[in-house]
């Protein structure tokens, strides 16, 4: 089942927007989930992810987004958030959110591509300065 993320738009830098990342109602489970983001001519980048342990959970987040960024999921397990302030015009890119449905990454793979087996159409996100 595809993922479908939505939220993307233009915002000027300093602004906020929040992304989302449904499966067309189907519940996440405790599957890992992350956001990851690709500008043009760069590699896909990671952003933040968030994995279950024991009876709670734990968030993960790029260098370049932490402080600034929130993953979180909605208690119903159908969507995933990805809250984003104050922006930057280097934040600029697709961003794609992602599902590891087969996996079960540890504190270092959950930043890799390879993690996840199951992608997103990515909605864009331009900053302007």
């Known amino acids: 089942v595809q993922l479908q993320a939505s939220g993307g738009g233009l915002v000027q830098a300093g602004g906020s927007l929040r992304l989302s990342c449904a499966a067309s109602g189907r519940v996440f489970s405790n599957n890992a989930m992350g956001w990851f983001r690709q500008a043009p001519g760069k590699e896909r980048e990671f952003v933040a992810a968030?994995?279950?342990?024991?009876?709670?959970?734990?968030?993960y987040y790029g260098d370049s987004v932490k402080g600034r960024f929130t993953i979180s999921r909605d208690n119903a397990k159908t969507t995933v958030f990805l809250q984003m302030n104050s922006l930057k015009p280097e934040d600029t890119a697709v961003h794609y959110c992602?599902?590891?449905?087969?996996?079960?990454?540890?504190?270092?793979?959950?930043?890799?591509?390879?993690?996840?087996?199951?992608w997103g159409q990515g909605t864009l996100v331009t900053v302007s300065s």
């Open positions: 968030f994995r279950w342990i024991g009876g709670g959970s734990m968030t």
């Open positions: 992602a599902e590891a449905r087969n996996l079960r990454p540890i504190a270092s793979t959950i930043s890799s591509t390879s993690t996840y087996d199951n």
